[in-house]
């Protein structure tokens, strides 16, 4: 006798799978419903005690051409004071001034905008200096601040925070600017940097 198909059981098996995913849901929605606190408190992390980190490097920007590693990404509103204008950059940080034969130390990667519509050339700068270098490798500190290029001072800028080795970082950084080759548009900047950290 040829064998027969049961018309009941096979087209039960992916209602009952179905079953189980749903119940698997409901549960794992009823788990989520259940953690109603946006924010809990926790016991203050045990400190070591902080310690001051002097870091010095130097900071490559190339403005435009095939190595370029910063791109314009909002035009110039007023030729005057670069009022409008925002960049992107990937630039290289490095032990020595020279780029391209100095030790790597990581990367500054962020933005710089002219917010200002009057005569003072400014621009502020919000950015993540990632190292790659030594026992700060894979560790970062975060800058921001004003940069008053044509004032011929040096710029104070804030550490506002860090990763890594730098958690729960502050300080401040003192850039100064160091060269210019006008053929590569490279600018090369000092950057002395004071980092509180535990």
Known sequence: MAATKSPVFLPLVPTIATLLVLAAAASS???????????????PLTMKKAKLTHLHFYWSNIRSGPEATAQIVAPILN????????????DTLTLGPNPDNSTSVGKARGLYHFPSNTTA?????????AFTYGD????????????????????ELSVAGGTGVFRFARGYAVLNFFSFDPVRTLVVNELDVYVSHY
Not at 121 to 129: A, Q
Not at 138 to 149: K, Q
């Open 29 to 43: 929605f009823s788990a989520a419903e259940s953690q109603t606190s946006f924010a809990t408190k926790k016991q």
């Open 79 to 90: 030729n005057a004071t670069f009022y409008g204008m925002v960049a992107l950059n990937d």
């Open 121 to 129: 050339l400014v621009y502020e700068m919000v950015y993540n200096f």
């Open 136 to 155: 700060y490798n894979g560790s970062s500190i975060s800058l921001l601040g004003s940069v008053f290029p044509t004032s011929g001072t040096a710029n």
